[in-house]
């Protein structure tokens, strides 16, 4: 094993591998969360607004069991995740809603509260509205919720982690492993964007990335304690043309290789994908390579 290696944004060396092991054999009674709670405290491994990285810590024990590390306790129960996503409510039919955009403006952007009546609305429209379903986010993201001037839902949009590795993003930035691993929490990825099937308004699509580009800094900045400096986004080239990423004026910079970011043995085939970016600062090389 290399002397260290770098998992969820942190480089681990042999004392953190010992301190995990000690940890698991001093504390058999541990369940997983007491655990990653403990590593959040023994490493003072907090976000920028000072809280403890938990979410962070418990999939960092997850890959190191995955790599043959360590081996973690039993869950002590079902995954409240998985409970979740069983109970996901469809929402009611939605009506209509046709005509030209300015008949809809001004929208409202919204960031979803968890566990109110927006978010189950948004997981609602994500799970049986969107091709790609709704899945739980891990790590910081931002849930947004679009409604009309009347009050009518007309998008959602979901941005969450970016991708631990692209190509040809990578070389647009002058990222290089090191630059990429340290700076990645200042890109946010557009993992969905949403108009329902019963909302047909040309340039919506496109209205509604550019009302949550203008905003998305000082919320992320809000709920994280720091900013991020651009956006990305992989578009299936087998479904979409992008047109609205474009008319959004997001830079296309390629494409992705046809795989997914769990195929270390290269042998997972993914649909080959555009790979959109979207500065958000003029700046925004210098920012994301400090």
């Known amino acids: 094993m290399a002397n260290t290696m770098v998992m969820q944004g942190r480089c681990l060396g042999e ?52 790599a043959g590390q360590i081996r973690l306790p039993a869950r002590q129960g079902s995954s409240p995740n998985g409970r979740r996503n069983r109970h996901v409510t469809p929402p009611p039919p939605g009506e209509p809603i046709s005509g030209a955009l300015p008949d809809l403006q001004p929208l409202q952007a919204r960031v979803v509260a968890p566990g109110s009546a927006d978010a189950r609305l948004f997981h609602g429209l994500l799970a049986h509205e969107h091709y790609l379903g709704q899945r739980n986010t891990v790590g910081e993201n931002l849930p947004y919720l679009l409604r009309e001037r009347q009050g009518r839902p007309v998008a959602c949009a979901l941005f969450g982690s970016a991708a ?92 992705t290789r046809g795989r997914t970011r769990n195929d270390r043995a290269h042998r997972i085939r993914a649909a080959v994908k555009d790979v959109y970016l979207y500065p958000l600062v003029a700046d925004f090389r210098r920012e994301l390579c400090a």
Not at 15 to 26: C, F, I, K, Q, R
Not at 43 to 52: E, S, T
Not at 231 to 238: A, G, H
């Open 15 to 66: 004392s953190d591998l010992e301190l995990v092991g000690g940890l698991l054999a001093a504390h058999p009674d541990w369940n997983r969360t007491r655990l990653s709670r403990e590593l959040c405290a023994r490493w003072n491994w907090r976000n920028a607004l000072g809280l403890p990285k938990d979410m962070a810590a418990r999939t960092l024990l997850l890959k190191l069991e995955r």
């Open 164 to 255: 631990w590795k692209c190509v040809d993003r990578d070389v647009f930035l002058g990222w290089d492993r090191a630059t990429c691993e340290r700076n990645l929490p200042y890109l946010t990825n557009n993992t969905r964007l949403l108009i329902p099937g019963w909302v047909q308004v040309p340039h919506l699509a496109s209205h509604v990335l550019g009302l949550i580009a203008r905003r998305i800094r000082a919320d992320w900045q809000a709920k994280y304690g720091h900013p991020v400096h651009a956006l990305e986004t992989f578009v299936d080239r087998s479904r979409f043309q992008g047109t609205c990423y474009r008319a959004a004026n997001w830079r296309r910079l390629g494409l």
